[in-house]
């Protein structure tokens, strides 16, 4: 009998993907392609920023782990990090549209 005990830890994960992802493949490739480049960038440095890892990030995927869960859900981490996300989200899509509509 193996008398070894298991190693544990314990960590948070964070999936997160893309709402409407195949439409917006869809109705614009070129620009859904390089919008999610700069959300999977900001996302990363984030994920750094709380200490995390990305592990993977297949298709509009980002899967990520904490192995230190208690900062990442002290309080006003999550609110600052969707905050900053957000902003950047809005400068994003505001790009976008003025690109669409020639800069207009």
Known sequence: MNTERARRKLSAILSADV?????LMEEEEVGTVRTLKEYRDLMSKLIKE???????????????EFAAPVEVTAPGVERTAIARLQHRVEHIA????????GGR
């Open 19 to 23: 709402k409407g992802y195949s439409r």
């Open 94 to 101: 505001a790009f976008d549209e003025a690109s669409m509509n």
């Open 50 to 64: 709380y200490r995390g890892r990305v592990v993977d990030s297949p298709g509009d995927n980002v899967l990520a």
